[in-house]
């Protein structure tokens, strides 16, 4: 019997789930809405119930799952799987997810950070293909980021590594939800971007605009020509090519891979973020370091947790 | 026979040469001031003549050598031990320093940057004894860095991680040798706080004063009570703390260790960099990443330069 692999993306919104080869090419997916609300047991169920239906679209396809890998949220115990906590889950405290799944669904299971989830996605199968050493940047509601080294995610001593989004930028800067003040995130998240265009544009702009305001509709009206809203993005990718160099700096890596919904204002950015790097960082390294769109969309999420738990499971 | 290693310490200043046992203990040193003038050829020359004099006190020994280690500053090609260029040594250029010593001292020799063999002399014998994850940060003419990941140094894609002193604080901050501004070396250094000094205290000191001044001046002044003195350490630590607190957000190591002539100041400083650490990393790395001093001095690039060469001598 052939094997395969079946990766889970759990998130705030969504949850995905996909049944893929051991070489990462996703044979079939599903997607549900998440219903934070409903408590933790029934989102535990509903990921087993998933896996269940892929693993029997598997044995109809004559495929044996070896292990399933699921990316969650928020801060993640590695050697026993437990979520300590999630921004996005309240009543998630201390769940042993990894032992929850394992004992329903008698399989190995491995549990990762969904931004590493992500960040391993783009290294296996993604814009980091055949690379040994790359940063995942997420650009989305927040900012968040996966380390490859040695084709491995550095988790460090907590497993809390990567969290880019909350290096200071600014040290007496915008305040953040994380209790700094002035990280990356608050400048160049969706909602740093939102904040940019009000601090710039308010006076000039009906106060009624903002209670709709979206990252989006910046973009849109970048694109379309709106000064303010070119100014917005550009300051934004100085920032964060100014910490694109730190990083460079610090780690010397081969790739740049940058995800989220902010990717879509790539044209309007990507500029201003390469003069920073080049500045900024040595010749050698900025060089290197190819700053590249992500590729996987929604699958990165799926592929690389599936990636995670064939890693962990070889251990 | 029992085995033996040399580690060698080349600086501007300096040459240092150990004998030391493959636990690293030294058994025998030597120094003597490099001569930059002499050019590399005269160099190169006194370094294999300082390994030859260890071998035969090591052969008196009864003690046989496994390899050489070399800690050299500058950009090295960890692949070939080339020193691609190095700031101590104006004529180094594309120096094949690997492959003369061993075509010399018919031994395996091995190169790795200086401020990376200090981090592994730390880790090995030193403050990081026992430890896996750390970043080693040299606080003195310049500030480097050296990052231990399991037990390793990361090396990054063309040898130069670790640039630490390199980290843009203060985007639009003083212009630094690099080519960037506002790099950390330019406020945590020992230049960088006698800038801060004479930013501060100009006017109210004579002109003349700065003529001779030093770091260590400022230390001693701050710790006798002068008041400017000790704002201006008491700022440099403050700045630490804020890079290290986004070193720790993004590698989560298990510790942080100082090194360098900054280090003198410790009592004046450290308070300040500790508070920056807990307000802006993330709790559990924040309390994780002990800063702590550095303990072997002037031996620790000799012993990590051995650690370094035992390490791949095995791989």
């Given amino acids: 019997m052939s094997h395969a692999v079946i990766g889970v993306d759990l998130g705030g919104t969504n949850l995905r789930t996909a049944l893929l080869t051991t070489d990462g090419d996703i044979l079939q997916r599903h997607k549900e809405a998440t219903i934070v609300s409903d408590g933790w047991e029934k989102i535990v169920f509903r990921i087993a119930q998933n896996v269940e239906r892929l693993r029997e679209a598997a044995v109809a396809r004559g495929l044996d799952i070896r292990v399933v890998g699921v990316g969650a949220p928020g801060v993640i115990q590695m050697n026993t799987g437990v979520v300590v906590k999630s921004p996005n889950f309240p009543d998630w405290n201390k769940l042993p ?8 669904l ?57 969290e880019i989004g909350h290096i200071t930028m600014i040290p007496d800067g915008r305040p953040c939800s994380c209790g700094n003040t002035g990280c990356l995130e608050m400048y160049a998240s969706a909602r740093g971007i939102v904040q940019s265009y009000w601090e710039k544009a308010s006076g000039s702009v009906p106060e009624e605009f903002f209670k709709t305001m979206t990252s989006e509709k910046i973009y849109q009206s970048a694109h379309a020509g709106d000064a303010t809203a070119r100014d917005v993005i ?80 070889d251990e």
């Fill in 97 to 104: 997810l990894q032992d929850e799944l394992k004992r329903t």
């Fill in 234 to 313: 550009k300051d934004m990718g100085h920032m964060l090519g100014i910490a694109l160099a730190g990083l460079i700096n610090t780690l010397n890596p081969e790739m740049i891979v940058l995800g989220g919904r902010v990717k879509d204002a790539w044209q309007l950015f990507i500029d201003a973020t390469r003069e920073e790097v080049m500045r900024r960082a040595f010749l050698a390294p900025a060089q290197r370091a190819h700053i590249v769109p992500s590729l996987l969309g929604d699958d990165a999420g799926m592929t690389g947790a599936a990636a995670a738990a064939l890693q962990r499971l």
């Fill in 106 to 162: 008698r399989l190995p299971v491995f549990i990762e950070n969904d931004a590493n989830a992500a960040a391993l996605g783009e290294h296996w199968r993604g814009a980091g293909n055949g690379i040994s050493s790359m940063i995942f940047v997420t650009l989305g509601t927040g900012v968040g980021g996966g380390i490859v080294l040695n084709n491995k995610i550095w988790h460090g001593a907590d497993g809390m590594a990567g």
